[in-house]
């Protein structure tokens, strides 16, 4: 599984990728929402895993950018910020999960499930 990390904060960034580490043979990252289209036009990863909280373009935005271009992407919410209306927010915009920063190990289980249904794991 590839997957592209977009988070502007770089500790977060190695946090997660060390913890997705087990379940990706590779990873890419982008430090904001306005390189997330470029990025992902070149690497095409399975999974995007999208902050909301950045400057210039937010993760709801570069969402919608990324859907728009790749109607099949796959993209998750990894965020500070549980409000119900920034979740209802990321699902209209395209997102197929929504995980809190605060329970990063339920990000590693929901990667686990999706490459179980693909006969990938």
């Known amino acids: 599984m590839k997957l592209l990390i977009v988070e502007d904060n770089?500790?977060?960034r190695q946090v997660i990728r060390t913890l997705v580490a087990s379940v990706a043979h590779e990873i890419c990252e982008c430090a904001d929402g306005a390189g997330v289209l470029t990025v992902y036009k070149l690497e095409q990863p399975?999974?995007?895993?999208?902050?909301?909280?950045?400057?210039?373009?937010?993760?709801?935005?570069?969402?919608?950018?990324?859907?728009?271009?790749?109607?099949?992407?796959?993209?998750?919410?990894?965020t500070d910020y549980d409000q119900p209306d920034l979740r209802e927010a990321a699902f209209q915009a395209g997102?197929?999960?929504?995980?809190?920063?605060?329970?990063?190990?339920e990000l590693v289980h929901l990667l686990k499930a999706f490459a179980q249904n693909e006969g990938t794991a």
């Open 46 to 78: 399975d999974f995007v895993l999208m902050d909301i909280q950045m400057e210039g373009i937010d993760g709801i935005t570069a969402t919608r950018q990324v859907k728009a271009v790749d109607p099949k992407a796959r993209i998750i919410m990894v």
């Open 10 to 12: 770089s500790g977060v």
């Open 95 to 105: 997102a197929c999960a929504y995980v809190s920063k605060e329970n990063l190990l």
